[in-house]
């Protein structure tokens, strides 16, 4: 690749970097800070689902930029491994976490009495341990699947298996890490789509319980195509290289490229598709915002002051730092407690994908 192709890999990958740490940060700040994550099923496989693209976005996009754009690989044998290992573990988790994401929420609409005693905080613990055990089954073998080895006085890191163990390892992955969760979404979706559209509603002659029901399959439906989409791309890439013809030239190295950057952007989209479409969320969005700036103002304030104090005199500038700090605690205190400040209810259903839910 030409300097100006280097440039745009760099530009596209730190956008891709950038969107995806604050995008999946601002989740992970609006549903810790509204304190109802361990209270509800969707919010803590949301939370899980963020936590997996979020580690994805640090340990992945870095490390492939200057894949595409360095001679070789500069982070030694250790992080050659490593990298991968987290490439795919995070992978699984996020594949399998959008599999029980889409598995729950048609229990909670298909079945929102008979499910309760199922979709309790507590299960979706368990649900979520066993996610990350399964990835970790499942992708620890790509800690020695890589090498680093020199080619043409260059370290490159590249698969160091034999063939056919590389065969069956790149399948496996294809179907339990793709074909599996995309089959478990579909039907889920599939058969939340039709009981939207087909159940008896009492509310079905108002206009906002259709707009409603409306909304809920637009976003179950961008869920599923934008996970299909982004991450098919990638696994096409490897299984023609192992099964098929894919000789190394311009069009596939650019073809190869735009792989790594659908499945990369995969975690940035999720963050909008299962939060900022929720404007509970967009209201947690905004009170984060809010916290942040009023800290800092609180910080400026607390320094004028300390700079304002008489040199010389220490004790009296600690006592004025002391009593700034106390009526700041006061002050948030006070905040808290005012009358007109917003409900807890407000944050309850914040990232809840589906606004309906029981």
Not at 167 to 175: I, M
Not at 182 to 193: F, G
Not at 278 to 295: A, D, E, N, P, Q
Request: charged residues 15%; proline residues 4%; hydrophobic residues 45%.
């Amino acid at each position: 690749p030409t300097t100006y192709e280097n440039a745009i890999v760099c530009v596209v990958f730190s956008l891709i970097f950038l969107l995806g740490t604050v995008g999946n940060s601002l989740v992970l700040a609006v549903l810790l800070r509204s304190g109802q994550v361990g209270y509800n099923t969707t919010n803590l496989f949301i939370l899980n689902l963020s936590v997996a693209d979020f580690f994805f976005i640090i340990f992945c996009v870095p490390f492939q930029a200057t894949i595409y754009s360095l001679e070789g690989w500069v982070f030694g044998s250790f992080m050659c491994k490593a990298v991968h290992f987290f490439i795919n573990l995070t992978m699984y988790a996020s594949s399998f976490t959008l599999a029980a994401v889409s598995v729950d929420r048609y229990l909670a609409i298909r079945y929102p009495l008979r499910s309760r005693e199922l979709r309790t905080p507590c299960n979706a613990v368990v649900a979520m341990v066993i996610i990350w055990g399964l990835s970790l089954v499942f992708a620890g073998p790509y800690l020695s699947y890589y090498d680093l080895i020199d080619f043409e006085n260059s370290n490159v890191c590249v698969p160091g298996w034999e063939e056919h163990d590389r065969k069956v390892l790149d399948t496996c992955t294809f179907v339990f890490g793709y074909v599996i969760p995309v089959l478990i979404v579909s039907l889920s979706y599939t058969r939340t789509i039709k009981y939207l559209w087909t159940a008896v509603d009492p509310l079905d002659g108002m206009s906002e319980s259709k707009r409603a029901k409306r909304k809920v399959t637009k976003m179950i439906i961008i869920v599923t195509v934008l996970f299909c989409i982004c991450w098919l791309p990638y696994h096409v890439v490897i299984l023609c290289y192992l099964y098929g013809d894919f000789p190394f030239n311009q069009t596939t190295y650019a073809f190869r490229l735009l792989s790594h950057c659908m499945a990369y952007a995969n975690s940035c989209l999720n963050p909008i598709v299962y939060a900022l479409v929720s404007k509970h969320f967009r209201k947690g969005f905004k009170k984060v915002f809010s916290c942040i700036l009023s800290k800092k103002g609180r910080n400026k304030v607390h320094v004028v002051n300390a700079a304002n104090t008489v040199p010389g005199f220490e004790a009296g500038s600690t006592e004025v730092s002391q009593m700034n700090e106390e009526n700041g605690r006061q002050n948030e205190r006070e905040m808290v407690n005012r009358p007109h400040a917003e409900p807890q209810d407000a944050t309850m259903n914040i990232t809840v994908p589906f606004q309906n839910q029981p």
